[in-house]
């Protein structure tokens, strides 16, 4: 299984970006997909997961700005990002669980500046 994540770039406070992460590879059934995020100097951190794509849980800090959304005919899922501040500056990576073991992908970097 791989993930391939795409998207990150250098925006303006304010603005938006999408990622996007492909899944490839055979697979059975994903249970949880999602994104961490990993600003300098500070661990990695949780900002959302889909669990069995019904439930979708944010980070108190991206709430109401960032959207998880899945296309799965292209075994793609999205990050719509909004209304960016500088502290959402981080390295972007997306997972998912299958059974017991969680794929990475390679991190896409974001960096809200001015």
């Known amino acids: 299984v791989q993930l391939q994540a795409s998207g990150g770039g250098l925006v303006q406070p304010g603005g938006s970006l999408r990622l996007s992460c492909r899944v490839s590879?055979?697979?059975?059934?994903?249970?949880?997909l999602g994104w961490w995020r990993q600003a300098p100097g500070t661990q990695r951190e949780l900002i959302a997961a889909?669990?069995?794509?019904?439930?979708?849980g944010y980070a108190h800090s991206v709430m109401g700005r960032f959207a998880i959304s899945i296309d799965c005919a292209a075994n793609t899922m999205y990050f719509q990002m909004n209304s960016l501040k500088p502290e959402d500056t981080a390295i972007y990576y997306c997972?998912?669980?299958?059974?017991?073991?969680?794929?990475w992908g390679q991190g896409t970097l974001v960096t809200v500046s001015s």
């Open positions: 997972y998912v669980d299958i059974g017991h073991q969680r794929y």
């Open positions: 590879g055979p697979f059975d059934t994903i249970t949880v």
């Open positions: 889909l669990t069995e794509f019904t439930n979708t």
